[in-house]
């Protein structure tokens, strides 16, 4: 009779714990979104965030290589451009040394920035073209800079 009263209570303690446990994870659970619920706001974010990241894209346009080449690029003040050229405006390209390591600024890197900018502008040709070296500057963050400037004109 002992050993049976002892299993009865036995058995109830361990009712009573598989019952307290499955309100503690009950409990555990409601605390914790489903499958479904994160489902939902992960989508949206994916939706919302590969809209943003290619909607940035819309409108820019890639300079063709070749457009960048057929640009004529003439040094100092003896150069007139034609008449019939029209004025686009000043165009600045800049070679800079960044860190130590990196190569020197150079003139031929500022006049290929010069005619990318140009570029843009949809110019021809870019007169007057002037370079100066720069120092140690904080805006740009360069050691040693070259910047190229000159008018861009398209015929």
């Not at 409990?27 to 909607?55: H, K, N």
């Not at 029209?86 to 600045?92: A, C, F, K, S, W």
């Not at 843009?120 to 002037?130: E, I, N």
């Not at 800079?145 to 015929?155: C, K, M, N, Q, V």
Request: net charge positive; charged share 15%.
């Amino acid at each position: 009779m002992r050993a049976t009263r002892a299993l009865a209570i036995g058995a109830a303690w361990v009712a009573g714990q598989a019952q307290d446990g499955a309100r503690r994870r009950l409990r555990y659970e409601s605390r914790i979104p489903s499958g479904d619920a994160l489902e939902v706001p992960l989508r949206t974010t994916i939706v919302v965030l590969s809209t943003v990241l290619l909607g940035g894209c819309v409108g820019i346009e890639p300079l063709p290589p070749r457009t960048v080449s057929l640009i004529r690029v003439y040094q100092g003040q003896d150069f007139f451009p034609p008449v019939t050229a029209t004025y686009l405006g000043p165009v600045h390209g800049r070679s800079c040394q960044a860190s130590p390591w990196d190569s020197a600024p150079s003139e031929l890197a500022a006049t290929e920035a010069l005619k990318i900018q140009a570029a843009t502008k949809r110019a021809t040709l870019v007169a007057g073209t002037t370079f100066e070296a720069g120092g140690p500057t904080l805006i740009p963050n360069c050691l040693a800079s070259i910047t190229a400037t000159g008018g861009a004109y398209r015929l």
